[in-house]
T-cell receptor
Framework: DVKVTQSSRYLVKRTGEKVFLECVQD?????MFWYRQDPGLGLRLIYF???????EKGDIPEGYSVSREKKERFSLILESASTNQTSMYLC??????????FGSGTQLSVL | DQQVKQNSPSLSVQEGRISILNCDYT??????FLWYKKYPAEGPTFLIS?????DKNEDGRFTVFLNKSAKHLSLHIVPSQPGDSAVYFC????????????FGTGTRLTVIP
């Protein structure tokens, strides 16, 4: 089974802090994604990557950046955390156009 | 603009009865549809999918129906169980691009024992 691992289940950060969310997948998938999930808004795509060092903006990239130095690892960076970035963050991977496999999520609270 | 819509934010059903979750889409290029289930504090897990060449796909208690002319799909759960209580997301895919999956806003299903 595909395993997508997110490094933290819960994080609490202060406004203005730089925040790193890490994601690792073990199935050699080319494509990796970062979503955030908010009640009533569903899953919204922040960034995705289709190869090492390649990235594309999703629907809501403002305030975020990403890094993909190795195929198995995709990091989401909040340059200066704000309270409106309090959310559930979900990493996912897929091969080609097949189904997405999600990690368990990181619930981030920015105070 | 939301290309995949789940107009019912919540649904309550008695245990043992049928749950029907609905999803509408606007893009006629969508050719692959998926349902994901999400428990609180967990990531979504894949439930069932259907290709546009079919109008029905069944997996145990779960059946997905696709009506292409109406741009509508539905997920039927029979019989519903308390463990089915979760948020269900509909997703649709167009073509083979890396970023081609569009999600609905989710429906929270509560199955009452």
């Amino acid at each position: 089974d595909v395993k997508v691992t997110q490094s933290s289940r819960y994080l609490v950060k202060r406004t203005g802090e730089k925040v790193f969310l890490e994601c690792v997948q073990d199935m050699d998938h080319e494509n990796m994604f970062w979503y955030r999930q908010d009640p009533g808004l569903g899953l919204r795509l922040i960034y995705f990557s289709y190869d090492v060092k390649m990235k594309e903006k999703g629907d809501i990239p403002e305030g975020y950046s990403v890094s993909r130095e190795k195929k198995e690892r995709f990091s989401l960076i909040l340059e200066s955390a704000s309270t409106n970035q309090t959310s559930m963050y979900l990493c996912a991977s897929r091969i080609g156009s097949g189904k997405l496999f999600f990690g368990s999520g990181t619930q981030l609270s920015v105070l | 603009d939301q290309q995949v819509k789940q107009n019912s934010p919540s649904l309550s059903v008695q245990e043992g009865r049928i749950s029907i979750l609905n999803c509408d889409y606007t893009n006629s290029m969508f050719d692959y549809f998926l349902w994901y289930k999400k428990y609180p504090a967990e990531g979504p897990t894949f439930l069932i999918s259907i290709s546009s060449i079919k109008d029905k796909n069944e997996d145990g208690r779960f059946t997905v129906f696709l009506n292409k002319s109406a741009k509508h799909l539905s997920l039927h759960i029979v019989p519903s169980q308390p463990g089915d209580s979760a948020v269900y997301f509909c997703a649709a895919s167009a073509g083979t691009g890396a970023n081609n999956l569009f999600f609905g806003t989710g429906t929270r299903l509560t199955v009452i024992p």
